[in-house]
């Protein structure tokens, strides 16, 4: 049997169809792996927000407003809060993630060093900043406690405070 320009043709047609197919389902797969990305954030959040309160004022910091998913948008800048927890002279800016990477805690910094200047009901208080995951490396922790930051981690089924007692936040 001998091969023609026409079975060829075919042949290309029926592979690119088939790749479409793949790529179709290779969309289909990292959309649905992306949702399920947010999901486990949001599951890790509502796992953080009951104890987040109760963490702090044990702490002595005497916080007692809840405010979960705050954006503002100023000056063409934008910022993102996933958990913002206050008093009138402390806002603690929780940032929540299933696994956190140095990368989220430098993003995290920038978003500190602009809060007040996006959200200037807050410019007399003092912003201290957290980052929470279920999943913390101990290069991560480390380096966000030497930043000034609150690490919260999943613990059996609470949530805890990685730092010790002789930890001093960063204020902004």
Same mark, same amino acid.
């Given at each position: 049997?001998?091969?023609?320009?026409?079975?060829?043709?075919?042949? !290309?047609? $029926?592979?690119?169809?088939?790749?479409?197919? &793949?790529?179709?389902?290779? +969309?289909?797969?990292?959309?649905?792996?992306?949702? *399920? =990305?947010?999901?486990?954030g949001e599951f #890790? $959040?509502?796992? #953080?927000?009951?104890? /987040?309160?109760? *963490?702090?004022?044990?702490?002595?910091? @005497?916080?007692? $407003?809840?405010?979960?998913? !705050?954006?503002?948008?100023? @000056?063409? $800048?934008?910022?993102?809060? %996933?958990?913002? /927890?206050?008093? %009138?002279?402390?806002?603690?800016?929780?940032?929540?993630?299933? +696994? *956190?990477?140095?990368?989220?805690? %430098?993003?995290?910094?920038?978003? *500190?060093?602009?809060?007040?200047?996006?959200?200037?009901?807050?410019? %007399?208080?003092?912003?201290?900043? &957290?980052?929470?995951?279920?999943? /913390?490396?101990? +290069?991560?922790?480390?380096?966000?406690?030497?930043? =000034?930051?609150?690490?919260?981690?999943?613990?059996?089924?609470n949530v805890?405070?990685?730092?010790?007692?002789?930890? &001093?936040?960063? /204020?902004?």
């Amino acid at each position: 049997m001998t091969t023609t320009i026409d079975d060829i043709r075919e042949i !290309l047609k $029926e592979l690119a169809q088939s790749q479409q197919e &793949t790529d179709r389902q290779i +969309k289909s797969v990292s959309k649905q792996i992306g949702e *399920l =990305g947010n999901r486990l954030g949001e599951f #890790v $959040e509502y796992q #953080v927000r009951p104890a /987040v309160v109760r *963490l702090f004022q044990e702490r002595g910091i @005497d916080v007692h $407003e809840f405010h979960p998913g !705050l954006s503002v948008t100023r @000056d063409h $800048e934008g910022l993102e809060i %996933d958990l913002l /927890v206050v008093n %009138d002279t402390d806002a603690i800016l929780v940032e929540v993630k299933s +696994k *956190l990477t140095q990368r989220d805690v %430098d993003e995290h910094l920038q978003r *500190l060093s602009k809060f007040k200047r996006l959200m200037p009901r807050f410019r %007399d208080v003092k912003a201290l900043g &957290t980052v929470a995951a279920m999943i /913390v490396p101990d +290069k991560v922790a480390s380096y966000a406690y030497r930043q =000034g930051l609150f690490v919260l981690v999943q613990s059996g089924e609470n949530v805890v405070i990685l730092n010790d007692g002789e930890f &001093t936040p960063q /204020v902004w």
